[in-house]
Every structure is written in C-alpha cells, then in structure tokens.
C-alpha cells in the first residue's frame, strides 16, 4: 500500500505504543484518526504527528468496548475523511491477577469476572467491534485497505494474565479470520505480537522489576515502541502479508 495521504485509524493512541505508529505514519504523510477514552489525552500524540508530517489528525473519544461509542466514532471518521484505509486496534488493558491463589491449603484469592471481562470488553471485544465497522466502512466507500491487530507474546499464555492471554490469543485469531473473509474486498488483515516494551508503563517499573523482565530477553533488552510501529508499519507497505502474526520479541518465546 502507497501510504501517502491514506486515512488510517489508530486505537488507544495517547501513549505508548498508539503514540509511535501515530508518528512513524505521520511521517509517512498520512491522514490519521487518533481515538481514546479521553480526546483531550491526545493533544500531545497529535501535536508529534503534526510536526512529523502527517497530511491530517483528528482526535475522537470513544470507548472501544462499548458498540454504539464505535459505530459512530467511525461514522464520523469516515465522514469526515471521506475514506478510510486502515486501522491499527491497539486499544488494550490488564488487569492481572492469577486464577487461584492459595496459601497454607487455604484459598486467598480469585480471578474475579469483573477482572476477566473488563479485559475481554476492551481487549477482545473492542477489537472486534472495531475491525467489523472499519471494514464495513472501507467497502462502503470502495477503499482497500489493512487491519492490524495489536497481539502479545502473552497470546501463548502467561502466568497471572489468563484475561489478557485469552484476548490476545483472540485477536490474532480475529485477524486469520478477517484476512479469509476480507480478502474478496481488498482488505488484508494480520497482527503484531510485541514482547516486553519499554512502554512508560514498564518504565515506571521499580528499577530491580524492570531489570529482572529484561534478564529474560535473549536479546538483553526491552523492545522499543518504534521497533512495534516499524512492523506495523511493514505490514501495510506489503500487500501479500495477510492472515499472519509477526512476533517482535527478542527471541523470548513464554
């Protein structure tokens, strides 16, 4: 895909690894929708892709986890682009805690529903409702385009995440199927998996957490967003990678 002046939504882009594809297609010269809970949040990613070069940014609010929220954030996108090529669902929350916990035979602690369904809502459901209105919206207006859907290294399982594990599994999932479906309208669909990030989350991290997270990485470092938003980015320049996961790890494997 020509990126150049191409609409492209962007999920849970305020910070982190939402921030860095925001600014590596900036500087590709496309027209970018930013969307999170705050739009207000925004104004720092949309001043960067300003300055990077982007040809148009738009900030929304919208909850991803709740239906009508998306429905019309990408009603409005739509009109007020005229178009639309392609949407990175990076929005994504944890809320981590292991399933049982035990201590002298007796039970502490479980997994409570509202935290799996909190991240289901917003990881797992939230994808999916994205990618079903963007895509309805790319055939609608006859563009072809590309969805990534932002996955995990957890995706293969990871002690005290069974929330965040399932619904980083899903996606990828989601995206095999979409790349099935979608390919008879020229829409391509695939995921990224990152491995440990040095996010602003992870560095907040006491010094001795962080350091023990990176020690596990053959590569004997955390990733950086940019090297997220390079593969991305790869993905949309390519358009015979479809249906695929690309793991950007290090060479952890959990």
Not at 88 to 103: C, Q, S, W
Not at 140 to 148: A, K, M, P, Y
Request: aromatic share 6%; charged share 20%.
């Amino acid at each position: 895909m020509d990126l150049n002046n191409k609409v492209i939504i962007i999920t849970g882009a305020s910070r982190g690894l939402g921030a860095a594809m925001a600014r590596r297609f900036a500087a590709r010269g496309c027209q970018l929708a930013l969307i999170d809970l705050d739009a207000d949040s925004l104004g720092d990613t949309k001043t960067s892709c300003e300055q990077a070069g982007a040809a148009r940014v738009e900030t929304y609010a919208a909850n991803v986890a709740h239906e009508q929220e998306v429905v019309a954030t990408i009603d409005r996108v739509a009109h007020d682009f005229g178009a639309l090529h392609g949407l990175v669902n990076n929005a994504g929350i944890t809320r981590d805690a292991m399933m049982l916990k035990y201590k002298d035979g007796q039970l502490v602690s479980k997994m409570t529903l509202d935290q799996w369904q909190a991240v289901i809502d917003v990881n797992l459901t939230g994808v999916f409702l994205c990618g079903r209105e963007a895509a309805a919206k790319m055939i609608e207006l006859g563009c072809q385009g590309c969805i990534v859907n932002i996955s995990s290294i957890s995706r293969h399982g990871n002690m005290g995440q069974a929330n965040y594990s399932a619904s980083k599994a899903g996606v990828q999932a989601l995206a095999v199927v979409w790349a099935k479906e979608f390919a008879r309208y020229g829409i391509r669909a695939a995921s990224v998996a990152p491995g440990f990030v040095a996010t602003e989350l992870v560095m907040s991290m006491k010094p001795e957490a962080r350091e023990k997270i990176t020690a596990r990485v053959p590569a004997g470092r955390l990733g950086d967003p940019d090297e997220i938003a390079k593969t991305v980015e790869f993905i949309f320049d390519n358009d015979y990678v479809s249906g695929r996961c690309l793991d950007v790890d290090g060479a952890l494997r959990l």
